[in-house]
């Protein structure tokens, strides 16, 4: 079983940067979709970012477009979220997921998911 577990997540100011990275027990190209997804107290679970198995294919979330960049290293079965620009309205818990399968890429529909990090943005 895909096994997922997020880090990098912490608090910080308006307009700084954090870089959250998710491990997996196995990273592969050709069966594994990657995302993050973020989910506010009282809000639905949104879709932040996804990318495809070779890193080929990228997609964001109107709201993140141009601020965080995804990316993935499937050598060190590492996917990263690069967050700059950060905002208060970005507080949320991050979760990583992972599919064996296409899907929406920013659709909660996603076979794995990590236990969350926690990214607050205030003064």
């Known amino acids: 079983q895909v096994q997922l577990v997020e880090s990098g997540g912490g608090s910080v100011q308006p307009g700084g940067t954090l870089t959250l990275s998710c491990t997996t027990s196995t990273f592969s190209t050709s069966l594994e979709y990657m995302a993050w997804f973020r989910q506010a107290p009282g809000d639905e679970r949104e879709g932040v970012a996804a990318?495809?198995?070779?890193?080929?294919?990228?997609y964001y979330a109107d709201s993140v477009k141009g601020r965080f960049t995804i990316s993935r290293d499937n050598a060190k079965n590492t996917l990263r979220l690069r967050m700059v620009s950060l905002k208060p309205e970005d507080t949320a818990m991050y979760y990583c997921?992972?599919?064996?399968?296409?899907?929406?890429?920013?659709?909660?529909?996603?076979?794995?998911w990590g236990q969350g990090t926690q990214v607050t943005v205030s003064s």
């Open positions: 997921a992972a599919s064996l399968r296409g899907i929406e890429p920013l659709i909660p529909t996603y076979d794995y």
């Open positions: 990318i495809s198995p070779g890193g080929t294919n990228t």
